[in-house]
T-cell receptor
Framework: GAVVSQHPSRVICKSGTSVKIECRSL??????MFWYRQFPKQSLMLMAT?????????EQGVEKDKFLINHASLTLSTLTVTSAHPEDSSFYIC????????????FGAGSRLTVL | AQSVTQPDIHITVSEGASLELRCNYS??????LFWYVQSPGQGLQLLLK??????LVQGIKGFEAEFKRSQSSFNLRKPSVHWSDAAEYFC????????????FGKGTKLTVNP
């Protein structure tokens, strides 16, 4: 079946540094990928929609300069948390669409970011 | 705006007992509804989905869910729970038809006692 890989699964960084998280579709091409953020004991909140070859679409309230998204190929999207602060600590999950409609979404295993 | 409510934050059942996890949604049109399961430190796995047709949907791992338009509900059920079912369960609705954007409920944590 379809597999989405996220890397790294866990990352710890110092405040003020930038961290890049990768989301790869391993056996299919994904023109659209999604980035979610999950706070402890909370739901997943959609941050942005990543479109291959074009700018990402951010949800209301998400700082596009803070969370840089690049979707340079049909199998890779990256989320860069710039100038990270402790409040950016969270679980970030990506999903990739094999086609049109959420029925073909595959989720990655998530990346736990801890900012000291 | 679309929203999903999972009234139960935490449910504990005994192994072998039946299970029902509640989900209510708010959506103007015919919703696309989903149930996902998340094990600790893992991503989300799709259990089942409802788009149209038969309102009783069968999923993986012995789960089923019933869409009830009159109650705006999409409750997840399993007749006999296994210890391996312990996880977090999320109900979700597609924000716009064909958009692939999902709105998730806050989740229900399931604990299974031996």
């Amino acid at each position: 079946g379809a597999v989405v890989s996220q890397h790294p699964s866990r990352v710890i960084c110092k405040s003020g540094t930038s961290v890049k998280i990768e989301c790869r579709s391993l056996d299919f091409q994904a023109t659209t990928m999604f980035w979610y953020r999950q706070f402890p004991k909370q739901s997943l909140m959609l941050m942005a929609t990543s479109n291959e070859g074009s700018k990402a679409t951010y949800e209301q309230g998400v700082e596009k300069d803070k969370f840089l998204i690049n979707h340079a190929s049909l199998t890779l999207s990256t989320l860069t948390v710039t100038s990270a602060h402790p409040e950016d600590s969270s679980f970030y999950i990506c999903s990739a669409a094999q086609g049109i409609g959420a029925n073909v979404l595959t989720f990655g295993a998530g990346s736990r970011l801890t900012v000291l | 705006a679309q929203s999903v409510t999972q009234p139960d934050i935490h449910i504990t059942v005994s192994e072998g007992a039946s299970l029902e996890l509640r989900c209510n949604y708010s959506y103007g049109a015919t919703p696309y509804l989903f149930w996902y399961v998340q094990s600790p430190g893992q991503g989300l796995q799709l259990l089942l989905k409802y788009f149209s047709g038969d309102t009783l949907v069968q999923g993986i791992k012995g789960f089923e869910a019933e869409f009830k338009r009159s109650q705006s509900s999409f409750n997840l059920r399993k007749p006999s729970v296994h210890w391996s079912d312990a996880a977090e369960y999320f109900c979700a609705v597609e924000a716009q038809g064909g958009s692939e954007k999902l709105v998730f409920g806050k989740g229900t944590k399931l604990t299974v006692n031996p």
